[in-house]
């Protein structure tokens, strides 16, 4: 009976540790596949390296414990490493089996270890916008009634996601200066508020996650107006920097003559989704 109490009650412990051990990893180690071997390799080393405890957050987690394996679908069939083709590998298993030393139920059952096992999948999934997984800004298109569908902008060139109660031509991206003074709707009355770009989420909170996660859940439609809110939010800047590096590819954005980008090979988190709403001159608003 006492080792049923200490024992088992430890070995439930330890299970649940393992269990929230391999649910965080999995997410972290998806967050590294880029398509290459060197996703493979940064998805293991995040997991071995993590910070993440167990034995009631006393120790960190053995790397002999660990077994990662990857896949290409969830259903697998599932790799170990060394992968020698990366490409299309979105999937990670990882499994954490911590040993806990018996103290009581070795007297009865003759073993002196038991294992507690976690594990949990992480993958990249394209993302359904029929429920929202943009980020809470909306620019303002610079021609809403562009024949070519870019809104008056230019593949390439930067545009304002977010505009200050402050703008003027010199403080603004480089695309908006090229289009001023046609563009700028920061100083018109009908959009109240220090700042103008954010819609349909207002707490620090709210934006945050969308921006980290994509939580953001309603539903757009091409001619749906978007409800503007206001307001700057210190939790916007520090979720965007966390999410851009949280991507894979670090190469800094850099356009040649031709305005085009360097070839990209990360995981997709600096790629982002945004409604471009027609303006507050526009009938129907925004």
Do not use: H
């Not at 977010?162 to 003074?181: E, H, T």
């Not at 949280?246 to 085009?260: G, I």
């Amino acid at each position: 009976m006492l080792g049923l109490a200490v024992d088992l009650g430890r070995l439930y412990i330890f299970k649940s540790e393992a269990q929230a051990f391999a649910d965080a990893s999995s997410i972290l180690a998806a967050t590294r596949l880029n398509g290459k071997s060197s996703g493979i390799d940064a998805a293991d080393a995040a997991v071995r390296s993590s910070v993440n405890r167990y034995n009631f957050s006393t120790q960190t987690m053995p790397s002999n414990v660990l077994t990662l394996e990857f896949a290409r679908n969830i259903a697998g069939p599932w790799e170990l490493p060394p992968i020698n083709t990366a490409a299309n590998y979105a999937f990670v298993r990882v499994t954490a089996r911590p040993q806990l030393s018996l103290s009581f139920l070795q007297v009865v059952t003759g073993a002196t270890n038991a294992s507690a096992v976690g594990q949990a999948i992480g993958g990249q999934v394209p993302m359904d916008f029929s429920r929202g997984g943009y980020l809470p800004f909306t620019p303002f298109a610079l021609n809403p009634n562009d024949p070519t569908g870019n809104f008056g902008m230019r593949v390439g060139e930067e545009y304002a996601m977010l505009w200050p109660g402050n703008a003027s031509r010199q403080n603004s991206c480089q695309g908006n200066q090229l289009n001023w003074p046609q563009y700028n709707f920061s100083d018109n009355s009908s959009v109240s508020g220090s700042n103008r770009g954010y819609f349909e989420l207002q707490s620090a909170a709210s934006i945050r996650d969308a921006i980290g996660g994509a939580y953001q859940m309603s539903p757009l439609a091409i001619g749906d107006i978007v409800a503007l809110t206001n307001g700057q939010k210190q939790a916007m800047q520090d979720a965007l920097v966390t999410r851009a590096l949280a991507d894979t590819d670090q190469t800094p954005y850099d356009r040649n003559s031709l305005l085009e980008a360097p070839l990209y090979y990360g995981n997709g988190m600096r790629l982002i989704t945004l409604p471009v709403n027609s303006g507050s001159q526009s009938v129907p608003n925004n």
